[in-house]
């Protein structure tokens, strides 16, 4: 079965800081998803990657997926006290569309 | 607007008592999914329907059961057999038949046994 294996576990930066978090399967991903959890509240969706190579940004967050399809990285760039909570990865382990499974999550702490 | 919402936000529930958690959603998804999270684990399914009268076991159903009478309802019951009830529960929905589905969740519910 596959599985994805997230680093660091945890991960505190100084406000302004640049951080990068990396989520490792053990398949090749056909799709991965990356998602923002504040904590005891449900889970919002940040970006979605299918393509080897494929990079997408949304405000000062950059996720990227590598050629071989079996990593992906999340950067935030000038971090602020808003990007603290739990960052999940997510992959569909069968392209049949069933559900996603996730890694354990890195919790991102924020200091000003 | 359009969501996903899960009911109650906290349960508590004593030992050897069944207890249902609500999961209604407006999105017309066809498929709807629970999650047990726990610290430090990360999101582990459940169940998941893709079809109203139908649902499949995910990686830790045993002490669990759910229903899916309507496309908008998919309720969990946590049954005494469960060992290790105490846990946050998400609920999630998605489109099905376009490829990888992103599924939206929603807000949790926390279940103590007390």
């Known amino acids: 079965s596959q599985e994805l294996e997230q680093s660091p576990q945890s991960l505190i930066v100084q406000e302004g800081k640049n951080l990068t978090i990396n989520c490792t399967s053990s398949k090749t991903l056909y799709g991965l998803y990356w998602y923002k959890q504040k904590y005891g509240e449900g889970l919002i969706f940040l970006m979605m990657l299918q393509k080897g190579g494929e990079e997408k940004s949304h405000e000062k967050i950059t996720a990227k997926l590598d050629e071989k399809k079996q990593q992906s990285s999340l950067h935030i760039t000038a971090s602020q006290p808003s990007h603290a909570g739990i960052y999940l990865c997510?992959?569909?382990?069968?392209?049949?569309?069933?559900?996603?499974?996730f890694g354990k999550g890195t919790t991102l702490s924020v200091s000003s | 607007d359009g969501g996903i919402t899960q009911s109650p936000k906290y349960l508590f529930r004593k030992e050897g008592q069944n207890v249902t958690l609500s999961c209604e959603q407006n999105l017309n998804h066809d498929a709807m999914y629970w999650y047990r999270q726990d610290p430090g684990q990360g999101l582990r399914l459940i169940y998941y329907?893709?079809?109203?009268?139908?649902?499949q076991k995910g990686d830790i159903a045993e002490g669990y059961s759910v229903s899916r009478e309507k496309k908008e309802s998919f309720p969990l019951t946590v049954t005494s057999a469960q060992k290790n009830p105490t846990a946050f529960y998400l609920c999630?929905?998605?489109?099905?038949?376009?490829?990888?589905?992103?599924?939206?969740f929603g807000q949790g519910t926390r279940l103590t046994v007390v």
């Open positions: 999630a929905s998605s489109i099905i038949g376009q490829g990888v589905p992103e599924a939206f």
């Open positions: 329907s893709q079809i109203v009268n139908d649902f």
């Open positions: 997510g992959a569909d382990p069968d392209q049949a569309g069933t559900a996603l499974i």
